[in-house]
């Protein structure tokens, strides 16, 4: 039964021509970089019976415009991040682009606020979207209108803004499952975002503090939540931006050990003794406190790769053989021991079971070289790349750029001055600080964001104005706010010509009221 005429050859000839349609986008320059792992027949078929277009595709081919012009001039694109319409519709008449941080959404835009671990809704992050892009839709109508008042002499000393500043969003994990990331992913692009981000991370356990650290996922399922977002993209048929983050820099743990191209960096005991969890439960039933038992036990369990075992047991000639065939991309544990045990006399006592968390989290040696690994292996998805890092080693950014164009040139990359960064601390001279950002665009860093100003840059500014209130009432307000807000350059305030769109209104009127046209 169905309640239209079925004309079968006319669907298959609609779906043929939706194939084609697909793969010949897939083909275009803006798309060439892109390699899935699916069909377009896959993607044709799940995609809806009538068109729909999206502006986050227009929005994804501007900011793809914007960065590549940076990546041919050595130059980049400095922004930062916020969850305030009104703060856009400042920043956009210095930043190119706006960037919504995950955790200033956790901060500012939810009912419990909290330090980043990215336990906020899935749809927080593409709401704060949404608001933004429709405050830059207002602005854009309201100066459009506003214009179009004045006659072309006029117009040439107006202020002219482009309000539509592509919008960069934090997807974070993707939270959860493939299907949560499928809907966060639609959300995004429904919302009118030109680029999301998503990392390599575990979901509830992305960390900020002094207890375990942040904790990643096998590549695997890296590879599936980035497939799964540029599957997303496909099925709505947009140009939307995907950029992969990596956050495996100073991550100590990972979730599992399904994936052989991750066991070369997964950490066991080499020493007999009982599980972590067993002795930690056992010293703090004896009142230790959980850091001190947790301590005792690493200190006691010679904490080290597999590949790093080896060597403690082996002779350099030994050793030199074992890595010739076992230390390559995706060895897993089980043929590293097998060439073990052809080339090293002594047993090789190995156990990464003993030190999992109570969460079940195996251990996790960092390095610049698994950073690079996991970059490249899903680059062929994204348009972007990011290696997130807690601190500034210039070393470190060096090598994981350098490392990274050797396979792909022409890569774009992003980096977020994140956290409490200490420059000096790290070694760098107030010089090297002061050409930090050009240093970086050079190395093909083009997108370079300060995510978190909103906390100490508006708290700064409203705790003085709270002062100056206080003090001096409205004589400091008209002094310090109201005058310098209509000197130019017009910082948007209440008053008619600005922020407050009165004139948007006031067309709303004329026109209902039958004006003809203006000026
Ligand atoms: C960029 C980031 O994802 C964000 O949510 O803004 C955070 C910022 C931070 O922790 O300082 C991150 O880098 O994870």
Redesign the pocket.
């Given at each position: 039964m169905s309640n239209v005429s079925l004309d079968l050859n006319a669907e298959e000839a609609a779906f043929q021509a939706q194939v084609a349609a697909i793969e010949k986008e897939w083909q275009n320059p803006r798309q060439a970089h892109l390699k899935r792992p699916y069909s377009a027949k896959s993607i044709a078929a799940l995609r809806n019976t009538i068109p729909i277009t999206y502006p986050s595709s227009l929005q994804g081919d501007k900011l793809w415009n914007i960065l590549k012009t940076h990546l041919a001039n050595g130059t980049c694109e400095k922004t930062f991040?916020t969850t305030e319409p009104t703060v856009v519709s400042q920043m956009v008449k210095h930043q190119q682009t706006v960037?919504v941080?995950?955790?200033?959404?956790?901060l500012s835009e939810v009912q419990h606020p909290g330090c980043?671990h990215?336990d906020y809704p899935w749809d927080t992050v593409p709401k704060v979207v949404e608001k933004i892009f429709k405050a830059q839709l207002f602005h854009d109508q309201r100066q459009h209108q506003f214009r179009m008042r004045h006659s072309i002499e006029e117009r040439e000393k107006l202020e002219k803004y482009d309000f539509m500043a592509p919008i960069i969003a934090?997807g974070?994990m993707g939270f959860g499952g493939l299907t949560t990331t499928v809907k966060l992913a639609k959300l995004f692009v429904e919302a009118g975002v030109a680029m999301i981000h998503l990392d390599d991370l575990a979901i509830g356990l992305?960390k900020?503090t002094v207890g375990e650290g942040r904790t990643v996922v096998p590549t695997s399922e890296y590879l599936s939540r980035l497939t799964a977002v540029r599957m997303q993209f496909d099925v709505m048929g947009t140009n939307t931006l995907l950029m992969c983050r990596c956050?495996t820099d100073r991550s100590q743990f990972i979730t599992s050990t399904i994936d052989p191209r991750d066991h070369e960096y997964i950490i066991g005991a080499t020493k007999d003794l009982d599980p972590l969890v067993e002795y930690v439960a056992q010293g703090m039933a004896e009142g230790k406190p959980y850091v001190q038992a947790r301590d005792e036990w690493k200190s006691q369990a010679g904490l080290m790769t597999f590949d790093q075992a080896v060597k403690e047991k082996a002779t350099e000639e030994e050793y030199q053989q074992y890595a010739s065939k076992a230390i390559a991309y995706g060895i897993s544990l089980k043929q590293k021991r097998r060439i073990a045990k052809e080339v090293v006399k002594e047993d090789v006592v190995f156990d990464w079971e003993l030190p999992r968390t109570k969460e079940g989290q195996y251990m996790w040696k960092p390095s610049v070289k698994t950073i690079v690994e996991r970059a490249v292996l899903v680059a062929p998805l994204g348009d972007m790349t990011w290696a997130?890092m807690d601190a500034p080693v210039w070393k470190d950014i060096v090598e994981f750029h350098t490392e990274v164009r050797k396979v792909y040139p022409d890569r774009m990359f992003a980096f977020?001055f994140?956290?409490m960064y200490n420059y000096e601390a790290a070694g760098f001279t107030q010089e090297q600080i002061v050409s930090f950002s050009d240093d970086m665009a050079k190395l093909g860093i083009v997108w370079q964001?300060q995510?978190?100003w909103s906390v100490a840059g508006l708290n700064i500014t409203a705790e003085k104005f709270a002062r100056d209130w206080k003090n001096d009432g409205i004589a400091g307000y008209i002094e310090t706010i109201s005058k310098p807000s209509r000197a130019p350059p017009i910082v948007d305030g209440f008053h008619k010509l600005s922020y407050a769109g009165s004139y948007l209104a006031d067309a709303f009127f004329a026109v209902v009221a039958g004006e003809k046209i203006v000026p």
């Open positions: 991040g960037y941080s995950g955790a200033l959404c956790g980043d990215a934090d974070d992305k900020f956050d997130r977020g994140t956290g964001v995510p978190i």
